[in-house]
Structures are given as C-alpha cells and as structure tokens.
C-alpha cells in the first residue's frame, strides 16, 4: 500500500468557498483546529463567479423590508417546499452577515447616506441585494479569505504559528469519508500537485462543496462542481433530499458555442433590461403564473413605472423567479421565435444609459466584448437557459446543520431544504454566510460533546487508497473524459429543464450503463498534477448524483419550481407535503417520500389564506379569517 | 460553423525538465484557448497538466504565456491568432514549474499573510459603517484584482531575478497595501513598511503589470503611485522627520506581521 500521511484536526472543512470559509472561521474562532481542503487554489472557488449580490432584509434601499418579507419572498421563489426553518433563520440573519463582512474589510456599494446599497432581483419585493457591480461573489469570498489570513496572522503573534488553528489545504481533493461505529472519524484524499495521498483523523467533517453543475452538458458551473460532497455523503452513510430540483437560471450566454452557459446576471433586469423574442416584443408578461399574477405588472408602461415608483406599481414580469422566466425562455424559442443561435434577446442598450451600463454592469460589458464581440452598451445579447445551481441536497438539521449522520455537517448549495424547489437569486451568498457560520458552530458543539475521539480503522483507509489508484493502475480502460462527456449529454437530453417520465427511465437505463463504465475508466499518465486521473475520481460521483436526480425526477409527479414534467404540468398541493429522500443502500440509490413537517403557526401566520390555499391542501390551511399578515417588525 | 486545425506548441514537463511538444487539435469558431487545450486532455493527452475553474475569466486561475505573453487562456480568443500560425504555450516565468503548464504560486499566498490586516476602528459596530460610494470606488478598483498573479509573473523585480523576491512584495501585494491604505475604515499605517518590507522602492513604475492586468486595473498609476507618495510625505518629509526625533509625532507604524521572512 503507498504512504499516507495522518494529518490529525478537530474540524475538516471540505470546500473553500463561501460556506467552507465561514465555516471555518466559526470553527477556529470557537478554539477548533480547523483544515479547509480547497479543490483549486486558495480564493478561486465557485463563489467568485457570483455576480449579483447577496439577499439580506436590512432595509437600507427601502425601509418597508425586514425579514417577514424576505421569508415570505424565500417561501413563494421555493414554491413553499422550503424548509421553513431555515428559511426564517437566513432571513433573521442575514443582515448581521453582510455587516460583519464589512467589519471584515468588504467593500459593497453605498447608498448616499453611506450604508451598504441593495439592488433589485427576480422574486424581491424589495431592492434587497448587497452588492459591488456585477462581481459581487469576488468580494466576499475575497474578504473571507483575507479573514481566514487575519486569524492566521493572530496565531503567528500568540501561538508562533500561522497555521497552528487553520490551515488551507489548496489543490486537494476528498475521496472519502472514513466513519467509525456509525460516526465520522476522518476524511481520505489526494494533493493534487503531487499525487500523494493524505488522511485526516477528525471527528467533525463539514461538506461546503457546493454543486452539481458538470452533471449537465451547458452550465454555470466551474469543473469543481462534480457533487463531491452530496457523493461523500451518501457513501459514508447520510442522506440527500429533493434532488429532483434543479435550477436552470434563465439567461446565459449562447455564442460563442465555446461560452455557451457562461452566466449573464439577473442584475441585467434587476437594472432594467428586459427580455424580447424574435419579434422585439416583451414576452414575459405571457408568462405571468396564476400564484404571482397579483405581485406583477400586465403592461409595459406600469412594468417600466415600477422602477421608480415601485410603491404604487407591480414589479415587471422579467423579475418573476428564475424557474418561470427560464421555462418562457425555453418556450419563446420552441415557438420558433428565439434568436439565430437558438436564445432570445435580452436588452438594456435600448433601455439605459451607456454610462450606467458601464458603472453597474461592467463585468457583464467586459465578458461580451471580449468573448462575443457584443457591445452590450449598443445592442441585445443572446441568452439561453442552463444549469446553474442544485436545490437538493444534504438532508440537514436547520439550526446546527448536521445531516443524518453524527459529526458530518453540510452547508451551502451541498445542502437540502433552504430554497425549496427553486432558489431566489441572491439568496446563495446568504445561505453560505448563514449556515456556513452555523455549521461551524454545530461542528464545535458536536467536538464539545463528544466522550472519545472515533478511530480511522486500517482497512476502512486501505480500502480508500485502493479505490483512489485503481484508474492509474489498471492496464486498460476508457478514456474518462469521453464518459464524463456522454453523460453529461444523457443528462441534459433527458433530465434537463423538460422532463417526461420515458425521458427519464431512458436515462435512468443509460446511467446504470455508465456507471459501470466509469467504475472501469482508465487514467493515462502518473500521479502528479494529472488532471486526467482527478476526473476519473470526480466521476464516481457525478455519475452516482445523476442516478439520484434522475430517480427523484421520475417519481415526483407534478411541476414545481426546478423540476418541470411535461407529462404532470401542474403543481399538486399533495406532493407539496413531500420530501424526498435518497440514501445508499449496498450500492443502490433508494428514494423514499418523507412527510413534510407543517410551518409553525407564527410563520404560516405571515401569509394570506387566499396565497397558502395555491399551495396547500384544505386540511393543512389554516382556520378562515385568520389575522392579517403583519407588514412591520 | 467553420473547423479548423490549430497547431499547439506546448511545453510538457516538470520541474526538473521539459520540451515544447507540437500537437495539431480541432478548433472551432468563437473559441478561446482553454477550450482547445481542454480538447487536447480529452482527446490526445489526458495527463496535460492545466490549472483553470471557472473558464469565465472571473477566477484567475489559468495564467500562462501564450506566445510569450502573460495572459489567460480563458479570455484569449482563438481568432487572435493568424490561421496555421502555431501557439506557444508555456508555464509562467517567475513562479517554479510542477509540471506542465502548472506553477507553484505559493510566493503569493506568503506575501498576502505577510501584510497587516484590515483594521477597523474597534468603536465601531457591524452595520455602522458609513462611508460614501466616491470613497470606496479608490479601493473597490484594486479589489477588482483575481488573483491571477500576471502582474507578479511580468514584473521585472522579480522575473528573473529570484533574489528580490525576499524583499519585494510584487505588484499585486503593493496595491493590497495601496488598497487598506486607501479604505476609508482602515486605521493602520503601512507606509513605512510598504517600503522597508515589501519593496515599493523596487518599483520603477515602467507600468507592465498595468499592460497585463485582464482586469484593466491601472495598477501603476492608481496605486503604486500614489502610495509612493505617501511614503515619501511620511519617510522623507522634514518636518515629519523633526517631529519624530523630538518626540511630538511618534512613529505609528503598524509593525509588520511576526514570521514574516526577512
């Protein structure tokens, strides 16, 4: 067997990102030695490709917000399969977040009076995101990391040591989670740079790997994001809840084919861009649901007053949440009245001023000049529907973020519930800051109360070096970027943003086949720095993730936020009250359906009668006449 | 759409040695360098070792010299390039190969743990801070900085001269300094160890890293500059000087970090 070598922590935190970096703050900060594994280099993980901003009810734009209305915004973007829990806490805490990235160094937009500014978003009443331009994600992760170098520093000065209480391990990949009498003992991978593999002893692992992106052929998404952490879970024994929810954000780039799902912000019609078929008409308000006629517009002229007086007007139709405005992307051009290369128009040269363009989007301005030869300023982009962020996740406990399964934590996107069945824009950089913090202080809580520290057994470690170098080893086998790329095709052909039950058992037939060819791929070359052997093991858990998507996509029957069946177009008030679970067993995914658990009473209070009654079934409302939603703190 | 073939000259090896390797590979229109180093992993040598994330130009994780020219494989389109001519692709210069087209960069991250941090006015709580957008947009420019390291890559302090790198901070880490100095809540004074720790005094603002920056920060003249003269009214200024050697105006200077190597 090679050589490993045993790195002993208190608190392992997979994932550098938003939630991995809160989270390990929170965890050192409460005395915790604390790993950070990074995939990539330290401060380059998915966060920074976050443009928008991050939702947090601090009422500096408009004072009418406070975090009732962000809850319930949170409750009807999810279509109210949130876990209502946590969607009270981010909404309670996020200010607190923002303001304290602040203290930390961050840098957003001001108000004129000084405060930090907040901008409109698709599914806000109110301008409620935080934000620097269009590179909003930069600067969090940016001031977390040079926070995490803050208390580095601290340690230097008291205990001789920058990296005595935390350490970032950049450039390392997690394979598996090692467990001991039904617990976590530790975390097995590799050092990119050199191939050599590495054990940690810890009794405290938080998953903050974020998504699942590179299960789809057009994404968002950075090549991190192969559902390493909802794999891990799964194999060391948690479980994964409502993976059929998967958000297609509406706009990305669709030339170059080479950028094709390059993200354009929602900030574009958060600023006043609208969207226009090949036509030039203004297709949202065709689009309209029944459950959000009431909180938009029905012209043009009351859709473009709102921008100024948004008081006595109703919100445009563009900034309906993503899962709406993606599917009449998605419809535009099946009708034949898309773009030339298959998307539709989104504008804001014809709408803004150039300067303001440039002052509030220069990114986006930045990202079409340079890739597309589009002058943002001047003329329409070409936008398109593709996967940009993953719903389901780590089934977990909302106050101290433990899954199902002692001492593992999960925060961010790698965990279920939050959002619902379709996530709010702006509401990611919340929920990393929010139950990043959290997870690291569960994870405290967790070591404080633990009698004895479990055990890395040899063969459990045998076991994962063996699985780590089988595609080095074996004399021949596929190419495994050839079987990343076809499943990626089954996946995007046949579990996109459409479903149809035959479209899925036929993935569902092709996956299993590719399961077995994964578990047989070949990586050509040595140990160090071999990208190829990296996607070999990365494959693992794209491949097992896609089996759970797919599988809960076939058996929820109904249409709901990220998850659209042609087959069931309607959202049912019975599958409301539904969660689905999936979990390992041998290694089998099996799906079971587990019961909802009903909205306090003081929550569910927040809410008209006549909006719960789309949702819920009669038995669940609550009695007629209730008191009225209350609008103030 | 048109294909073409595009003929990659790629430098393969380690840290002990290497050679250009020549590769022919499809290139279709609108692409941009890293797909078609992408293409070549997945169709003629999947062991390429390449550093990249997020493929949008956001992360700053694939610099290389691309005919000699520190840039970003994402943002390089391949129309850039005269049909047939190949393209060298070789690692970043100043930093130590680990294979490939993959750099040890860890030069970096020591020089950003070796200057003082953010540091707030302890009076002041989360949520009180105000400060007006004409103040923040100094800073909010350099924090526009990803990380790709080209600056540091081009600057001829430490290009070739690795015996600088001990006390010269490289241009992105000056401009970090440049960047708190310029916060409108920051407290600290790092003036005087901007020069006599991180080596702005090196800089003879011949504005390369500017020419590079993929984030068009004007590197040069919105910070080194300027931070060049606040270190001259704080170091060489007489009056300041007297003051300090009679006792009126005591050095505030905030001390470097400890471990830092010197």
């Keep these: 067997m090679s050589e490993i070598s045993r790195l002993s922590y208190d608190v392992v935190v997979i994932g550098a990102g938003g939630s991995g970096l809160r989270a390990a703050i929170e965890a050192r900060q409460a005395g915790k030695k604390t790993a950070v594994i990074s995939k990539s280099l330290f401060g380059k993980a998915h966060t920074v490709m976050a443009e928008g901003g991050c939702a947090a009810a601090m009422g500096n734009v408009n004072p009418n917000d406070n975090w009732k209305v962000h809850f319930r915004d949170t409750m009807r973007g999810g279509k109210f399969l949130n876990n209502w829990r946590m969607a009270e806490l981010h909404a309670q805490e996020s200010p607190d977040r923002v ?3 602040e203290a930390w160094g961050a840098l957003f937009d001001r108000t004129p009076d000084g405060k930090i500014s907040q901008r409109n978003f698709g599914g806000h009443a109110y301008p409620r995101l935080a934000h620097v331009g269009d590179r909003t994600g930069l600067e969090m992760i940016r001031t977390l990391q040079q926070k995490v170098v803050a208390l580095q520093q601290e340690d230097a000065r008291e205990r001789g040591d920058p990296e005595a209480m935390i350490k970032i391990f950049a450039e390392t990949t997690i394979t598996r989670l090692i467990t001991d009498g039904g617990r976590i003992a530790g975390a097995f991978g590799y050092l990119r740079d050199t191939g050599a593999l590495v054990l940690f002893e810890a009794p405290a692992v938080i998953l903050a790997t974020g998504g699942i992106g590179k299960t789809f052929k057009y994404t968002s998404n950075s090549w991190e994001y192969t559902g390493d952490g909802h794999a891990l879970a799964l194999l060391a024994g948690a479980t994964l809840m409502n993976m059929e929810f998967v958000q297609f954000h509406p706009t990305h780039m669709v030339w170059p084919l080479s950028v094709r799902g390059l993200l354009v912000t929602e900030s574009v019609r958060g600023d006043g861009g609208v969207l226009r078929n090949s036509e030039g008409k203004r297709f949202m308000f065709n689009y309209v649901p029944d459950v959000f006629r009431a909180q938009y517009a029905e012209t043009e002229e009351e859709a473009d007053r709102w921008y100024t007086d948004p008081d006595h007007n109703r919100r445009p139709p563009e900034l309906l949440p993503r899962d709406e405005v993606a599917r009449a992307n998605n419809a535009e051009v099946k009708a034949g009245r898309g773009s030339p290369h298959g998307g539709v128009f989104l504008d804001i040269a014809s709408r803004r001023p150039a300067e303001e363009i440039l002052r509030r989007l220069p990114s986006m301005y930045h990202q079409f000049k340079e890739l597309a030869d589009v002058d943002i300023t001047k003329e329409p982009m070409e936008v398109g529907p593709a996967q940009h962020y993953v719903m389901g996740g780590v089934e977990v406990d909302p106050d101290t973020a433990v899954s199902q399964l002692p001492g593992l934590f999960a925060a961010g996107e790698v965990s279920g519930g ?20 959290r997870a690291g202080l569960g994870a405290a809580a967790y070591l404080d109360s633990l009698a004895a520290r479990p055990v890395v057994g040899d063969a459990e470690a045998a076991a994962a070096v063996a699985e780590a170098e089988a595609p080095l080893e074996r004399a021949a086998g596929e190419n495994p970027y050839t079987v990343h790329a076809e499943l990626q095709q089954t996946m995007s052909d046949l579990v996109g943003i459409i479903r149809r039950e035959d479209e899925i058992k036929t993935a569902l037939t092709e996956l299993e ?10 990586a050509e070359g040595g140990r160090a720095y071999n990208p190829g052997w990296h996607l070999a093991l990365d494959l693992r858990n794209v491949v097992l993730i896609a089996e759970c998507v797919a599988q809960a996509a076939l058996e929820r029957q109904e249409s709901r936020g990220g998850h659209t069946r042609d087959d069931f177009p309607e959202m049912s008030p019975e599958w409301r009250k539904v969660n689905l679970i999936c979990s390992l067993d041998g290694d089998r995914v099996t799906l079971r359906r587990q019961p909802m658990p009903p909205m306090r009473a003081d929550l569910m209070a927040l809410f008209d009668r006549d909006e719960l009654a789309k949702y819920y079934t009669k038995e669940e409302l609550p009695a007629a006449d209730p008191a009225p939603a209350e609008e103030t703190k | 759409m048109s294909s073409t073939k595009a003929t990659l000259r790629v430098w393969r090896g380690d840290a002990g040695q290497g050679q ?3 590769y022919q590979v499809e290139a279709n229109e609108g692409e941009v360098v890293l797909d078609i180093l992408h293409r070549l992993q ?3 040598a999947g062991d390429l070792a390449v550093r990249w994330n997020c493929k949008a130009g956001k992360c700053g994780s694939c610099s290389m010299e691309i005919n000699g020219r520190p840039r970003l494989a994402c943002m390089t389109r391949m129309s850039t390039f005269e049909p047939g001519e190949p393209i060298t692709l070789t690692p970043i210069r100043t930093f130590p190969v680990i294979r490939d087209l993959v750099t040890d960069v860890s030069f970096n991250y020591a020089k950003a743990r070796e200057i003082p941090s953010f540091t707030p006015d302890p009076a002041i709580r989360p949520g009180e801070f105000r400060m007006q957008q004409v103040d923040v947009a100094r800073s909010q ?4 900085c990803i990380e790709c390291f080209l600056c540091q890559n081009v600057c001829h302090v430490i290009r070739d001269h690795p015996e600088n790198e001990r006390a010269f901070a490289g241009p992105r880490f000056l401009m970090r300094i440049a960047e708190l100095e310029m916060h409108p809540a920051d407290t600290a004074d790092r003036r005087e160890i901007a020069q006599d720790d991180f ?7 011949t504005k390369c890293c500017t020419e590079v920056c993929p984030e068009n920060i004007k590197i040069t003249d919105n910070a080194l500059i300027p931070m060049k003269e606040r270190v001259v009214g704080r170091k060489y200024d007489p009056l300041v000087w007297l003051g300090s050697k009679i006792g009126r105006r005591p ?5 470097a970090v400890p471990g830092k190597r010197t």
């Design chain 2, 20 to 22: 250009l390797t020549d």
């Design chain 2, 251 to 255: 050095h505030h200077d905030t001390p």
């Design chain 2, 141 to 144: 420019e350099f924090r526009k």
């Design chain 1, 513 to 522: 086949g590719l399961r077995a060819r994964v578990a047989q791929v070949k």
């Design chain 2, 199 to 205: 080596g702005l005094g090196y800089c003879n603002i």
């Design chain 1, 99 to 101: 303001w304290e990235l």
């Design chain 1, 418 to 437: 939050m959002h619902g069945s379709n996530r709010l824009g702006g509401n990611s950089l919340s929920d990393l800051l929010v139950f990043g913090r």
């Design chain 2, 42 to 44: 997945a169709t003629q």
